[in-house]
Structure formats: C-alpha cells, structure tokens
C-alpha cells in the first residue's frame, strides 16, 4: 500500500476578497497611532489612558521564543492598526444602513445577517475587520437584560462595567501580544449576563479579516453574574493571500457565584498553501475566571485554520467548587504549526478540571500541546483530569506533548493521560475492504478521534467542525 | 466466478505463493487448508487487494475480469467481501456508522438508493439476531474492546449486512468456541445460495463440520499440493499435514472432477 501522501489540494472557500472602501490608519504603531484609533472610536478618556499604559509596557517587552512554532520576523510597523469598512453615517443604525457588499459577504460565508433568517436561537455578532458591523437579536436580549453588543459600542453605553472587568483576567501587561492587543483593540464582543438569567439563545461572534495587511486585535468580555448561564460561539475566516497577516486577540471571561459560561470555537483562518506560504499567524490570549464559588468556566476549540496558532484558553479557578474544563482539536496539515493546550490554575478549595486535547498531525503539520496545572496552597482536594491524544497521518508530520504539572497541595489528585497513534495501513486496508473510499475513511477515523470533543460543541458547530475536519483532510491520503 | 492462474506473490521480497491455480463457480464453497506459513492468509488478503502483497506472475479473473486492476474499495463494492482474521480496531467509530458507511458505499455503487439511519438500524437488527449479538454492539466502537470471538462475530454481522458475491473467510473459527462456532457457521450457510461463492480459509478441519465444503485445497509453501472433495478435510485431521507432503505427485491437482 502507498504511504499516505501529503495534501495536494486543500480547498479553503472563505478565501475571497470583498471590494469595499475602507477607512484605514496608515502603518505602523505608534502613540500617535494610538490615539488616532482612540480618537476614531470616539473613547473616554480612561479607555485612552489604558491603551496608551499597555503600549508603553508593550515596548519593554520581547516577543515570547519559547513556543514550538517557527517564523520569520514580524515587522510590527509593516501592519495596519486600524482598518474598518467605510460608511457614510456615523455607524449603521440598522441592518438596512450596512453596506450591500457587507451583508453579501456574511452570506457567502454562511452567516446571513437579516434576523429572520438567522437559525432560530442565535444571536450574531459580525466583526469586520476592525469594526463590528452588526449585532442581531440585540432587543430580545434586551428584555431579559442580556446585554449583546460591540465592544465599541459597550465602551459608550456601559463604560462602569468595562471599567470594572476590562483586564481584570488578563492584564494588559500580561504577555507581549495581550499588551500588543490591549494597544490596538478595535472591537469585538462584549456580553454581559445579569444576576440569575439564563441566556435564552446562544451568542456568536463571527470574525473576518478582509483588508490586507491588517492586523485584528479584538478583545472579548463576557461577564456572567451570579446564577446565569450563557454558550457563546466564535467563528472566523479570511481571505487567501500570500502575505501573512497578524491576528492577535484578548477574550476575557468572569464568571461570578453559581455562573456558567461555555465558550465554544471553530477556528478555520485561512492556512496558507501548500507550502507555507501565508495565512494568518493566531496569536490568541483567552482566559476565564471562576470568581465565584460553584462557578464553571468551559472552552471547546477547534482549530483548524491559519498558519501558526498559538493560544491557551486556561482558567482561572478562584471560587471553591468552582470547575474549569478545556475541549481540544487542533488539526496542522501542509506546514501548519499549532502550539495550543491550557492552564489551570487551582486556588480554591475543591475545585476541578478536566483537559481533553486531540492533534491531528498531518502532511508536514506540527502540533504541540503545551498545557499547565497548577494547585495552590490552598486549593484543598483540588482534582484534575488530563488526556492528551495525538494522531499521526503520514510520516513527515509531528507531535509533541509539554504537560507541567505544579501541586503545592498534598490532598490534590492530578491524572494525567496521554497517547500517539497513527491511522495504520491496516485501518484503512479494512475501511477499504468494506468498500469505503480512503478519504471517507480518513475522516472516518479523525471524527472517531475528536468525539469526545465534538459532543461538547453545540449541534450546529459539531456539524460545521466535522464537516470541516473532512474538508481540511481531504488528499491527505494517496 | 473466480479464476486464478499461475498466482505468485511476494512480500518485502519473500515470495510466498509460487504458482497457485484455482477456479470458484458460482454457488460454490472451497476449503483452503494448510499449516501456518503456507500462504493461506497472504491468499486472502491478495483477493481483497491488499498493497502490501505484489503479485509478480500470474492473473486472477473475477467475473471475467481482471481483479488485480481494481482498488480494494472497488473490490469490495463489486463483491468480494473478505472476513479478517484479525479485524481491526477503530476507535471512537461505532459499530453502526461504519457499517452503515460501508453498506451504503456498496449501495451507491449498485445504483442503489442510501439507506438513511433508520432504515439502517432496522437492518442491522434483524442482521444481528442471526449471529447472536447483543443490541449493545451496535454503539460500541467497531471492535475495540471486543473478545476473539465477538470480532469474528462481527466480521459475519458484517457480511450479513453487505451480502457479498464472493466472501473469504480468513481462519473465522480461530478463537472461537464451539458454540460461537456454530452460530458463525449457521450464519454462512443461511447466506449460501447458486450465485454466491465463498472460500473458507482454515487452519482445523472442526469448521468444515458445520461449513460443508465442495472442494477442499491443501496449500503447503506457497502451492495447492492436494484438491479434494470434503473427504480430504477428514482424511487431514487423521494424518495431518504432513502426509501430504509425502505424496508423490503433490502440486499437481486439478479442480476439474
């Protein structure tokens, strides 16, 4: 039998571009730079002086080296800070007001933004760029006092609130791309859940990057208050182009006493071609609180797309009894790099955790998982569950696992549980011998793999994300 | 139904069958016996296609046409259907996707419609009852975890559900008891019918009880050193392999009686 051969054709169908006039800062960061956002946004004062503190901190800071993913030097004064479709008026006041163009795109990609035609049940938040362009289902949410908007617009309308949490998770001095993101943000989502609402349908945000050489540095806080429940979905894609482009976000979540957040992503960013050549580096710092005692913080990932990932949504778990759970695939074909995993940070007393990471390594892909468990002092019987699972297709392709444990609590119990594999001959001779076609059986096997994950996604993204993975394999195998 | 001439086949450079000549017609069961390392397996795995195994001289005709161009999956749409004697594992896969998966396969390749997951399960139910699964195999990863003999349960539960034209069953009663026994050999006689051929592979003569062969083959290195009628099988269990061997005009037997 012929060894599995390397991916020929991976077809990405987000790739295209839309012709729409935008209304960018010239290159290159700066305090100017920083301001002339700030001004664009039209921001108080505070948010100014915030940016203005993160940039400063920014410029004493180095690049991390430690991750194992390889590129070349990123010149941060070659990207666009700022880049936003341009409008005639101030901002769209309905989706009537949005660009034909804009709406057009959100279509092709799946994502139509006129209300009635939304799937019954979620709410979507369309970033473009460095704007949000429109956020649907907003006055429903309104009567439960579900606040869904932009962050832009949260800035302006619940300025107490972002005051309050705005880095009260992840600091801006937290790591060099948080500091780079706490810099530039332009937008993103912002949700807030009150006191005992159980959010009545899930929320989206659905992230685009259409001009070149931009950058998006978007930033995410969802607050959860006591007893409230929310799931929020993020999706993002972006043209094909043979530049590569920077992605770095902040995603914030709190979780106050008895709160649960799920927080669920598809990450299909374009990938590059075949040989490398573009597609988006993600650089992406994502962490939650579990502030309040028997709270729950959940992330489900799939990771799919863009060049080099680089990203460990953690938690952070404060509250007693409060539990923190990380949902994982991540797949690298062609020369994808991935170095993803987790941090679970145990304080209180009795809390839990649970890490399920599946790799998918294939053509020349690799694929590092990297995850942290730490128990303090005085988190008294904290539990953690680990499993790190990796799946080898072909031969030029790797897979590395860096778990660190640290326990400074004798009644802490960490299990930790990991494995290799690969697809063998002898699997897919078997599928084939009962008439199924390699890549049917490829694909086969992969969802096999990522089940446990999978069933943690909400139903239309478990479909979207197996669908996907078929996609992304497809000619993996000869 | 299947013509086999002249068969030699390697492995990593090991020639292993050295000239094997066979015809199957249609309706008709053959016993391929042998002891270990005489290429009774590598026989199986060459009908079904596997790549591993090159065939360096030699022809087979399957239904008049030249099998060794055809892909394992196309193989098997077309028919041929072979029971592992090692069936493999895949996790996370239940029993019935992967059924349902392979059985529609064959369906789309025969201009049949899909059978959609209902229609599906009724099947596999009925299918499961005449090999006596428990209904609780139908969600389980296919294989994984199985004992010996539920895979090669599994392996007939399968063929039930694909209905073959020429199924090879490669050593199915090893590791068997003798009651699982029956029930697989009860489950290849009910599938027995004029246009469906089978090759049962076999170390023991105990299967040909309950499967009653038309033909027996005796394969000793790589060659069909004695061919028979169903008497040969009980005449082996007497005086083992090694008279065979023993005879004089070994590896020139002919299927024509």
């Not at chain 1, 080296?65 to 800070?81: E, G, L, S």
């Not at chain 1, 399920?356 to 694929?367: E, L, Y």
């Not at chain 2, 161009?69 to 996370?92: C, D, H, N, T, W």
């Not at chain 2, 209902?118 to 499961?128: P, R």
Request: with cysteine; net charge neutral; proline share 4%.
């Amino acid at each position: 039998m012929s060894d599995p051969k390397t991916l020929i054709n991976r077809e990405y169908k987000y790739g295209f571009v839309t012709e729409i006039e935008a209304d960018a800062a010239p290159r290159g960061l700066s305090e100017v730079i920083i301001r002339f956002i700030s001004k664009k946004k039209n921001e108080p004062e505070f948010m100014l002086q915030w940016r203005l503190k993160a940039y400063r901190r920014w410029l004493q800071m180095e690049e991390p080296t430690w991750p194992n993913v390889h590129y070349p030097f990123i010149n941060y004064q070659d990207i666009i800070y700022y880049s936003a479709p341009k409008s005639k008026k101030d901002g769209p006041k309905s989706l009537d007001e949005i660009d034909k163009e804009l709406l057009e795109t959100y279509e092709k990609l799946g994502i139509p933004l006129e209300e009635q035609k939304r799937l019954a049940g979620v709410a979507v938040d369309a970033v473009f760029d460095s704007v949000s362009i429109a956020t649907t289902f907003k006055e429903k949410l309104a009567e439960k006092g579900v606040i869904f908007c932009s962050f832009s617009e949260a800035v302006h309308k619940h300025p107490d609130l972002v005051k309050q949490y705005l880095g009260s998770v992840v600091p801006y001095a937290d790591n060099f791309f948080a500091a780079l993101n706490s810099a530039v943000f332009t937008d993103g989502s912002f949700v807030y859940i009150p006191k005992g609402v159980r959010c009545p349908m899930e929320l989206s945000t659905y992230f685009r990057i259409n001009a070149a050489d931009t950058g998006q540095f978007e930033r995410t806080l969802i607050i959860a208050e006591e007893g409230s429940y929310v799931s929020y979905l993020e999706g993002c894609t972006a043209p094909i182009r043979d530049k590569n482009q920077l992605h770095a976000a902040v995603v914030e979540l709190v979780a106050l006493e008895g709160a649960q957040i799920k927080y669920s992503t598809v990450q299909n960013w374009y990938a590059g071609d075949k040989e490398g050549k573009g597609g988006i580096y993600n650089f992406v710092t994502k962490r939650g609180k579990c502030a309040g005692n028997n709270s729950k913080i959940s992330w489900t990932q799939v990771e799919t797309g863009s060049a080099i990932t680089w990203k460990y949504p953690s938690v952070i778990l404060q509250g007693d009894n409060s539990i923190g759970e990380f949902y994982s695939v991540a797949l690298t074909t062609n020369r994808q790099q991935a170095d993803t995993g987790t941090k679970m940070i145990h304080l209180g007393k009795n809390t839990k955790s649970t890490i399920i990471s599946k790799g998918i390594a294939a053509g020349h892909g690799q694929n590092t998982y990297r995850g942290l468990v730490k128990v303090q002092p005085k988190a008294e019987t904290a539990r953690n569950y680990t499993q790190c699972d990796s799946l080898l297709i072909g031969d030029r392709c790797s897979a590395n696992t860096f778990p660190y444990i640290e326990v400074k609590n004798n009644s802490a119990r960490v299990e930790h549980e990991a494995s290799t594999s690969k697809i063998s001959e002898d699997q897919l001779f078997y599928c084939k011998q009962r008439g199924i076609s390699s890549e049917n059986a490829v694909s086969m096997i992969v969802n096999g793999f990522c089940k446990e994950v999978f069933k943690n996604l909400p139903m239309e993204f478990a479909v979207e994300a197996t669908k996907l993975l078929g996609v992304s394999l497809e000619g993996a195998v000869g | 139904m299947l013509e086999i001439k002249n068969l030699h086949v390697s492995i990593e450079g090991k020639e292993i069958l050295k000239g094997i000549d066979l015809t199957v017609k249609a309706g008709e069961v053959h016993a391929i016996m042998g002891p270990n390392g005489s290429g009774k397996s590598t026989l199986s795995q060459v009908l079904a296609g596997n790549e591993a195994y090159k065939v360096t001289k030699g022809k087979i005709l399957y239904q008049g046409k030249d099998l060794l161009k055809l892909s394992p999956e196309m193989r098997a749409r077309q028919g041929i259907f072979l029971a592992f004697q090692y069936p493999v594992e895949i996790a996370g896969v239940s029993n019935a996707y992967f059924l349902k998966a392979a059985l529609n396969a064959v369906r789309v390749h025969r201009g049949l419609e899909e059978l959609d997951a209902m229609e599906f399960l009724q099947l596999m139910k009925e299918k499961m009852k005449i090999v006596d699964m428990d209904p609780s195999f139908t969600n389980r990863p296919v294989n994984e975890g199985f004992s010996g003999g539920e895979k090669k349960r599994n392996e007939i539960l399968q063929m039930e559900v694909l209905e073959p034209t020429l199924a090879i069953l490669d050593e199915t009663d090893s590791g068997l008891d003798i009651d699982a026994l029956k029930i697989v050999a009860e489950g290849v006689n009910k599938l027995r019918k004029p246009d469906r051929s089978f090759i049962v592979v076999t170390h023991y003569q105990r299967l040909l009880d309950y499967i009653i062969p038309d033909y027996v083959h005796v394969l000793i290195d790589g060659r069909i050193a004695k061919s028979g009628g169903k008497e040969l099988a009980f005449q082996l269990d007497d005086k083992g392999y090694d008279w065979v061997e023993l005879e004089p005009n070994a590896g020139t037997a002919t299927l024509d009686r």
